[in-house]
């Protein structure tokens, strides 16, 4: 049984789907607003910088990291601890689902950071680092971190959680994105920290 | 282990009663391997150290132990309604605990000797669970425990749960259902109320009992069985309200005597419990603070249950709980006060009414969910009685109180080594500062509250 109401019918409890009622997009699907909120906030909108932001994420991003967390090919130990579990039984219409309404939601707007990281980060961020052969993160995740396809949205996701990422991707715990170990290998911890602080702030 | 009653001569209805908080005060868990199993999820999704939860542990608890990625075994109506949802496997787990107990020094013996001291239990408790989902909506939380002191199997920690969802007023999501348990707090999602309380989850079945405790700090099951209603409403606001009713086990559930046994008391009626909790979470940070009651009406042992006199416990709490979760580091603290208000119409007409207090504070830190410690203190305080708690013909001998008051409180501080998530190796010392009303010579044979300090090393695991 599922219950809904909606502001302005008070306390009355009415059978069936909660409906019309300030969601953007599409309806919610049950597993959105009763597992997933419960760690990555309602509407995704972000609960901790330990789970990601997932609202107005790139949908071919989304599906394809659940994809990845119910084969098993994105193994860094917060994957594994977590969203291997959440995933395992999840069939793929309803992973469809799930990254559509999430890729509907708006995304939570970018807050600046420290100046001097800021800076140092916008220049690693729109032009690369030529010695450490990292390429500028625009040309694949656009000038306002804003993602394509299956390439992730950054603006507006948590610091914290982008530059463990990166950690990830440098060490190859989290396999399943080798072009970004290509990019982060040789990048010092300094260097990640300024550029996820500018771009998460897009 | 709150599995089984003490039952003995000599000792009081009170120390009898608050001999449970031996029980009580040991193996109080939550976390089990079982829901590993059943959610996929690692240990550290709903727990910071076990027994703690996490918010998404609460969660996992108040939606009724669902959240399930097992392939399940399924039955529905012509209008796919539901009618069948098991987990293709059960979710099955076991917990061993294992200790070393060594007191400052040892208890004297009846021979006017003196016991041993410095005594392994292997196993101090064991505990087979069967946790998480029963039928759609319907999950449970079932532990039977073997408990080392009685040498036998018992009846524990049951919590059984209808849960659904709803929303109310402009989307907010409203967790809701009903509980189905045996002991007040067993229900309750923080780790700050006595069930489940952390730190000191795990503390000696072998430490000596105080004289008095309240009845929320010591009621369990083998006791009273409860129904509680509850909504958590936008991941903020909590309320349960519900009643427990007297469910005795073995032989005092046959209605066989007017008399209350003489191993334990007859609970009347309805007995209310209600709870109030507001939890705001901001970034990695979670903050609690809430209320709660518990009132009951008791026939002492012995005495006429249907015309007799009663004793009336009213109980009030308000408690607290803040956890912070890094990545690496983990901070957590948990404290309440209960106030208990006693009218001993049966054990103590000539002089009835009483009051108990009782706090518990305590704090935790972990570095990287391997390595960390607590420190904690309790209290308990409560009027001088010396015919509620004086010294009895003849003496109860290390449990007693020579001044009639039963004041205990006690520091205690325990260092955690977890080598992988479900096995917890930990060194925990308590220091009384004062014991059953006294620091020196509380039982009147000269034993000192800093005689029961204990030293307790244990090993709990859990798969």
Not at chain 1, 54 to 63: I, S, V
Request: include cysteine; charged fraction near 15%; proline fraction near 7%.
């Amino acid at each position: 049984m599922k219950v809904g109401v909606c502001g302005g019918l008070g306390l009355t409890l009415v059978l069936g789907v909660a409906s019309g009622c300030s969601t953007q997009g599409p309806q919610p699907p049950q597993l959105a607003t009763q597992v997933c909120t419960n760690c990555h906030g309602p509407r995704g909108d972000g609960l901790s910088p330990a789970f990601p932001r997932l609202a107005g994420q790139q949908p071919a991003y989304l599906e394809a990291q659940l994809i990845a967390f119910r084969d098993h090919s994105r193994g860094d130990p917060t994957a594994i601890a977590y969203m291997w579990g959440m995933t395992s039984q999840l069939d793929n219409p309803t992973i469809r689902q799930l990254a559509s309404y999430y890729a509907a939601q708006s995304p939570v707007p970018g807050v600046p950071g420290d100046q001097t990281l800021m800076a140092k980060g916008k220049a690693i961020y729109e032009q690369g680092l030529t010695d450490e052969g990292v390429p500028a993160c625009t040309s694949c995740h656009g000038a306002d971190a804003e993602g394509k396809d299956n390439i992730p949205r950054l603006g507006g996701q948590y610091q914290p959680y982008l530059v463990k990422q990166l950690a990830y991707f440098k060490s190859e715990l989290r396999g399943n994105a080798p072009v970004m170990h290509a990019v982060t290998y040789k990048m010092s911890v300094e260097q990640m920290e300024a550029v996820t602080v500018y771009a998460a702030s897009r | 282990m709150r599995v089984l009653q003490r039952s003995g001569t000599g000792i009081t209805f009170v120390a009898a009663v608050i001999a449970c908080v031996l029980m009580v005060g040991s193996n109080d868990v939550l976390a089990v391997p079982s829901f590993a199993r059943q959610t996929g999820l690692a240990c550290e999704a709903c727990h910071t150290v076990f027994p703690e939860l996490t918010p998404f542990g609460r969660a996992f608890k108040l939606n009724g132990y669902l959240i399930d990625n097992l392939p399940q075994v399924k039955e529905i109506t012509a209008e796919k309604k539901e009618t069948l949802l098991l987990n293709w496997l059960p979710p099955l787990s076991v917990q061993f605990i294992a200790s070393y107990t060594k007191f400052n020094t040892a208890f004297p013996d009846p021979n006017g000797g003196l016991s041993q001291n410095g005594t392994v239990q292997f196993p101090e408790a064991a505990s087979l669970f069967y946790a998480g989902r029963i039928a759609p909506n319907l999950g449970g939380f079932i532990q039977i425990t073997y408990d080392n002191n009685s040498d036998s199997f018992g009846w524990d920690n049951t919590d059984i749960r209808f849960a659904d969802q709803a929303t109310l007023g402009q989307d907010k999501p409203l967790t809701w259902g009903v509980t189905f348990n045996n002991g007040p707090t067993i229900q309750d999602p923080w780790n700050s109320t006595p069930a489940w309380h952390y730190p000191f989850s795990q503390t000696s079945s072998l430490a000596p009992p105080q004289i008095a405790a309240t009845q929320l700090d010591s009621i369990g099951n083998g006791t009273v069985a409860g129904l509680t209603g509850y909504g958590y409403w936008n991941n903020l606001v909590y309320l349960e309200l519900g009643g427990y009713a007297a469910a005795p086990h073995g032989i005092q559930n046959v209605p066989v005597n007017s008399t209350s046994f003489p191993d334990g008391s007859t609970v009347h009626g309805l007995s209310p419990y209600w709870r109030l909790a507001v939890q705001p979470q901001w970034g990695r940070n979670s903050f609690e603070v809430g209320l709660l009651g518990f009132s009951d009406q008791v026939t002492p042992p012995g005495l006429n249950v249907s015309s007799g006199p009663t004793d009336r416990y009213r109980d009030t709490g308000v408690d607290a709980q803040y956890q912070y979760l890094g990545d690496e580091h983990i901070l957590s603290a948990e404290a309440i006060y209960i106030y208990e208000k006693q009218t001993l119409n049966a054990t103590l007409p000539q002089d009835p009414s009483n009051t108990l207090r009782s706090l518990r504070v305590g704090a935790s830190y972990f570095y990287q969910r391997r390595l960390g410690g607590s420190l904690g203190y309790t209290a308990t305080t409560g009027n001088t009685n010396t015919a509620l708690y004086g010294l009895t013909s003849p003496p109860a001998v290390f449990v007693a109180s020579s001044t009639g008051s039963p004041n205990t409180s006690a520091w205690a501080a325990e260092l955690d080594y977890l080598p992988w998530q479900n096995v917890k190796l930990a060194l925990q010392y308590t220091l009384y500062t004062k014991f059953n009303g006294s620091s020196s010579n509380y039982d009147g044979t000269g034993r000192n509250a800093s005689d029961n300090n204990t030293l307790y090393i244990f090993a709990w695991i859990a798969f």
